[in-house]
């Protein structure tokens, strides 16, 4: 169904939520069900690029032909696995949608119930996308935006702090579009601010979108 158009390409995509342990019992994390991640990397993969997916906790089987899938609980974990698998790909694809904050200790047992409120204090985790923009010199480095306000500003910001090429931002208060949907809306925004708003699609096909300006990058590359 898919033209073979990203043939000898390497493709990184990051999905789904990360998983922040407290105790052997409890856990922070979020609403991602990893669905956009694995739309684009199933779409990549159908495309004949050589996809490394890699996936917080979900629901969801991964797609066939991935050159690699490697399953990962937290933010560290995941950050890990990106960094060691950098050099090996062209481009990046951020839909993961990585906590923050993890817990400031991990207790070994259960935390018991005591008398009055409970404090969690959490420390701030490493932000995956800015350390590969630091590193990646000519690959390619897309994000998201998960916003609920201010969203192209917010994502403007974000394309600057993190060197990102372009990023995809969605609304998460827009129906069919964010978190658990089959659906999104989308804008993508690009380095010199230009934003293009497209109408809602399913993530199969914001995913070609993505991966049509990610070969056009690339091809503009090579040929230089
Ligand atoms: O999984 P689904 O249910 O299909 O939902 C899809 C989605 C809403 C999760 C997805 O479309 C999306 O928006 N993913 C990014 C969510 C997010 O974390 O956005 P952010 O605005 O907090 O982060 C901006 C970018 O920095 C993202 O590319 C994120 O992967 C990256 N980031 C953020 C924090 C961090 N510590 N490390 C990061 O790399």
Do not use: C, H, W
Not at 129 to 153: H, M, P, Q, R, S
Not at 176 to 186: K, R
């Amino acid at each position: 169904k898919y033209e073979q158009d990203l043939v000898g390409r390497k493709i990184m995509i990051t999905a789904g939520p990360t998983v922040e342990n407290l105790d052997p019992v409890r856990y922070l994390t979020n609403r991602s069900s990893g669905k956009m991640g694995y739309a684009i990397a199933k779409v990549a993969a159908a495309r004949g690029a050589e996809v490394t997916l890699i996936s917080g906790k979900t629901d969801i089987k991964p797609p066939e032909n991935l050159k690699k899938f490697i399953r990962i609980e937290s933010a560290e974990d995941m950050y890990n696995a990106v960094i060691s698998n950098l050099d090996e790909n062209d481009a990046v694809i951020k839909s993961a949608a990585v906590a923050d904050y993890k817990p400031k200790t991990y207790s070994d047992n259960k935390i018991k119930k005591k008398d009055g409120d409970l404090i969690i204090e959490l420390d701030r985790n490493k932000d995956i996308a800015y350390e590969i923009g630091k590193i990646k010199n000519d690959k390619i480095l897309v994000g998201f935006a998960a916003e609920t306000n201010d969203i192209i500003e917010n994502a403007k910001g974000k394309i600057a702090k993190k060197n990102m090429d372009f990023i995809v931002a969605n609304n998460l208060k827009e129906s069919g579009a964010g978190f658990g949907t089959d659906t999104n809306i989308v804008s993508i925004i690009e380095k010199d601010g230009s934003m293009t708003k497209y109408p809602m699609m399913t993530k199969e096909e914001v995913a070609s979108v993505i991966l049509d300006k990610i070969k056009i990058l690339l091809d503009n590359k090579s040929s230089l």
